[in-house]
């Protein structure tokens, strides 16, 4: 364990963290170890170990769900801040962050179906499994993410894993405001499960145009339950 009795500068937590991840082989859509185990493996202070994951996650290196945990994008090997990302996400609407992923999304689930290996499909399934059997939205909403990772992942082409991780990035930088839920968790009949179905089976099935069209067919109803009433 690293020993310190001096308060590192800012960089030098940065370092710790990034090196962390490299060294430990943390991919994207890993989760990392809770703060706690952090700063016991990393001989960071709570304070010192919160900065990084803040700067990192402005780097686009990590993304962050409240009250689940800190889990790694993409750019989590990379040097260049992603500042000008986030603030394009500040200036975007949700309707025109919808359109963008109905144009790219699709296109990465039909390289999904042509490149996806047995264990990308595996853990589609895991994703879908723990979000049919997630007790809360925010549960679900964990799963729904790492799914849309896994396909990305599939497409087995790190330019556009990168250019997905860059969507989602942007994705979490727009302002959704309230949503509100008329119920604690997704029900049983939550379009979603059967819409995440279709990608999944038309991806394990090496159909390209039938992964595409359900990908599609799936933001489309995303789209359509967010903006009914605007």
């Known amino acids: 364990m690293l020993q310190s009795n001096k308060p590192l500068k800012a960089t030098q937590s940065i370092k710790r963290v990034r090196s962390f991840i490299v060294d430990g082989g943390y991919e994207a859509g890993d989760r990392l170890p809770a703060e706690r185990e952090l700063t016991e493996r990393l001989s960071l202070t709570r304070t010192e170990l919160r900065k990084a994951l803040d700067a990192l996650e402005r780097e686009g290196a990590l993304w962050r769900r409240v009250g689940k945990g800190t889990f790694v994008s993409d750019g989590a090997h990379g040097d260049e801040p992603a ?3 986030i603030e394009l996400g500040r200036k975007l609407t949700p309707f025109r962050m919808m359109r963008a992923r109905l144009v790219i999304e699709p296109a990465i689930a039909r390289e999904a179906a042509v490149n996806a290996s047995g264990e990308h499909i595996r853990l589609m ?3 879908m499994a723990r ?6 939205w925010a549960e679900y909403e964990e799963q ?15 330019l556009l894993v990168s250019l997905f991780e860059q969507l989602n990035l942007v994705r979490r930088a727009v302002s959704w405001g309230t949503v509100v839920r008329a119920s604690t968790r ?3 009949s939550h379009t979603s499960f059967a819409e995440h179905d279709a990608i999944a089976t038309a991806i394990s099935e090496r ?3 039938a992964a595409y069209e359900a990908m599609r067919t799936h933001l489309r109803s995303v789209s359509d339950r967010l903006f009914a009433d605007v």
């Open 144 to 158: 729904d993410d790492l799914l849309h990772h896994h396909i990305a992942r599939a497409s087995d082409n790190l």
């Open 207 to 209: 159909n390209p145009e």
């Open 131 to 136: 979000a049919r059997a997630a007790t809360t």
């Open 125 to 127: 399934q895991a994703a």
């Open 186 to 188: 997704p029900a049983p």
């Open 83 to 85: 500042d000008t990302i």
